[in-house]
């Protein structure tokens, strides 16, 4: 059977020119980055090129790149090491209610440290509006974090204006951009931003390597206690083939960046367009212009999310209903109920995000197969009442 990946928001398949620069750090190349040998230099100084890539990308300087195993250890470090560091100017986070699980969860733990933290709602397109952010910062105000663009409805959130707010008021800004990064261009210092994380897989990288961009003169801890790796801020030996993957994928990603988006916009209408014409009841979530070209969000009335995808695998479709970290549970994702859906309607979402490797044939096959699947399961569902 054929299969179709439209799941690209949970991860992405590595580039094969990233597995071809990461495989000589398996094998030849397997120096310990901090030796002082030939083989530990070698090591060194690929770490070196990459993360002089990586900052370049972003318009940062090489000593303000950190590398972590992912998009939920940048974030974590982002949030706790900042306030744990800072904990003497304040005690108050301001976030959003549609943030990534990594970021809502730490901050949670930091609740139950005594930490004050304000989840600034979000507008039904899932934008947080810069006005209600200022209004949240008080004298204690020490971070304000918030997502560049959501994983599971797309919107891309106004965070020029927030890190210009944060800035004013000298009060640190941390943006979640791993849906963004390598997908749109991204500059430091044009957006205000203080803390960025980032995660590999996202962009035809490898898993379990990541980045935490941190200005400099930022106030942060490690996470990890023990070596000096990273300039004292994330102690352990250095996933030195990951890393160099890592690097690969921003060459790659800086030249394919402009085209695959063009790409992904002419796959989104089409989808977009098929689906509305193929099937009544049924409505997008997230913003209808300020959003990643790469993810539709759709609401389809009456029956379930879980079913949809159920089904749609049995044809070799792989969708998501919302993040790949809210499946499974029973609960409607919290960016669904954020946007004011009820949740019988949020229960109904379906999500395809599309990438590199997305063809206009497979765009076409599921809208021959999604449109018999919503037939057959409203017919089952008593909710549905044709007129
Ligand atoms: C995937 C994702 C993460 C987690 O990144 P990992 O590298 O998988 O830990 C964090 N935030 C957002 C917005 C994501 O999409």
Avoid: W
Wanted: with cysteine.
């Amino acid at each position: 059977m054929k299969r179709i990946y439209l799941d690209y928001a949970a991860t992405t398949p590595m580039h094969k020119d990233v597995l071809e620069a990461m495989q000589p750090y398996f094998t030849d190349k397997f120096g310990n980055p901090s030796s002082i040998h030939s083989f530990g230099r070698e090591a060194k100084s690929a770490i070196d090129k990459s993360r002089d890539l990586i900052a370049n990308f972003i318009g940062a300087k090489s000593d303000e790149i950190l590398f972590t195993s992912g998009g939920t250890e940048s974030d974590n470090q982002a949030i706790k090491e900042v306030v744990f560091t800072n904990s003497q100017r304040g005690n108050h986070i301001i976030t959003t209610t549609i943030e990534h699980h990594a970021v809502l969860e730490t901050c949670h733990l930091l609740k139950n440290l005594g930490y004050k933290i304000t989840y600034v709602p979000v507008d039904k397109f899932g934008l947080v509006n810069p006005d209600e952010i200022k209004s949240a910062i008080t004298d204690k105000t020490i971070l304000i974090s918030v997502m560049h663009a959501n994983n599971e409805i797309g919107s891309l959130e106004p965070i020029t204006e927030i890190g210009k707010i944060a800035k004013e008021r000298g009060i640190l800004f941390h943006t979640d951009a791993v849906q963004t990064f390598g997908a749109i261009p991204i500059n430091v210092d044009e957006l205000n931003i203080d803390m960025l994380s980032a995660s590999a897989h996202k962009l035809y990288g490898p898993k379990g390597i990541g980045i935490l961009y941190v200005r400099k003169g930022t106030r942060i801890g490690s996470l990890l206690h023990g070596g000096s790796q990273e300039r004292r801020k994330r102690a352990g030996t250095e996933n030195v083939a990951g890393i160099v993957g890592f690097g690969k994928a921003v060459e790659i990603a800086k030249i394919d960046m402009e085209k695959d988006d063009l790409k992904l916009k002419i796959l989104n209408d089409r989808l977009k367009n098929g689906i509305s014409s193929r099937i009544d009841d049924i409505f997008y979530n997230g913003h209808p212009e300020k959003r990643l070209p790469k993810n539709i969000s759709v609401c389809i009335k009456y029956i379930e999310g879980e079913s949809m995808l159920l089904n749609l695998d049995m044809k070799g479709i792989a969708a998501s209903t919302g993040s790949a970290c809210s499946s499974g549970s029973l609960e409607p994702s919290h960016v669904m109920l954020a946007i004011g859906l009820p949740h019988e309607l949020a229960h109904g979402s379906l999500r395809f995000t599309m990438g590199k490797y997305t063809t206009e044939q497979d765009i076409d096959y599921v809208l021959e197969i999604l449109p018999p699947i919503v037939e057959k399961l409203r017919s089952m569902s008593p909710l549905y009442k044709k007129e």
